[in-house]
């Protein structure tokens, strides 16, 4: 299947710092990517929708000024998280749709202290 | 709004126990469903997933699921389970004519050697 690749696995980082996330998809191109945080115990929570060439688009209650997404290339979307606080913490995970099947990266692990 | 309801968050099973977890799904129209497993330290891979026709969806490594529209369920079967079965497993659905995927809670399976 289509492999997609995140980058860093694990980050840590001081509030009030600004923290970015990879994710490119390495054999096929991606004309739109999804960014999704899960919390412990928790499903998946679709954050947004990353859009080639264009703006993103967010779920409710996502800021889109707080977590901002470039989607500047068809294998390569960004995720940073500005100005990050300790309740940012959470696994960041990044997916690409390919022949009508959604792959994931391995995700994020991101650590605001 | 779509939502999906995983009912079992933790399940223990011996080996070779026969494994039904339970997915139901709020939504009246055409949906895609899915189910994806993350087994420890890798990424979320696609088991198998229902977009129309035979109800009784056969999946990798011996899984199945069956589609019951009366229901809105899409629960995940397998007569036996292996130790190498312990993973988190992820039912999902996307409604049709939108591109977004709602994930339920998810399910940790533990299969006890």
């Not at chain 1, 679709?46 to 859009?51: H, I, K």
């Not at chain 2, 109800?55 to 369920?73: D, Q, R, T, Y």
Request: charged residues 15%.
């Amino acid at each position: 299947g289509a492999v997609v690749s995140q980058h860093p696995s694990r980050v840590i980082c001081k509030s009030g710092t600004s923290v970015k996330i990879e994710c490119r998809s390495l054999d096929f191109q991606a004309t739109t990517m999804f960014w999704y945080r899960q919390f412990p115990k928790q499903s998946l929570m679709l954050m947004a929708t990353s859009n080639e060439g264009s703006k993103a688009t967010y779920e409710q209650g996502v800021e889109k000024d707080k977590f901002l997404i470039n989607h500047a290339s068809l294998t390569l979307s960004t995720l940073t998280v500005t100005s990050a606080h300790p309740e940012d913490s959470s696994f960041y995970i990044c997916s690409a749709r390919e022949g009508g099947e959604l792959f994931f990266g391995e995700g994020s692990r991101l650590t605001v202290l | 709004a779509q939502s999906v309801s995983q009912h079992n968050h933790h399940v223990i099973l011996s080996e070779a126990a026969s494994l039904e977890l339970g997915c139901n799904y709020s939504y009246g129209g055409t949906v895609n469903l899915f189910w994806y497993v993350q087994y420890p330290g890798q990424h979320l891979q696609l088991l198998l997933k229902y977009f129309s026709g035979d109800p009784l969806v056969k999946g990798i490594k011996g899984f199945e699921a069956e589609f019951i529209k009366s229901k809105f369920s899409f629960n995940l079967r397998k007569p036996s389970v292996q130790w190498s079965d312990t993973a988190e497993y992820f039912c999902a659905v996307r409604s049709g004519g939108y591109q977004k995927v709602t994930f339920g809670t998810g399910t940790k399976l533990q299969v006890i050697p």
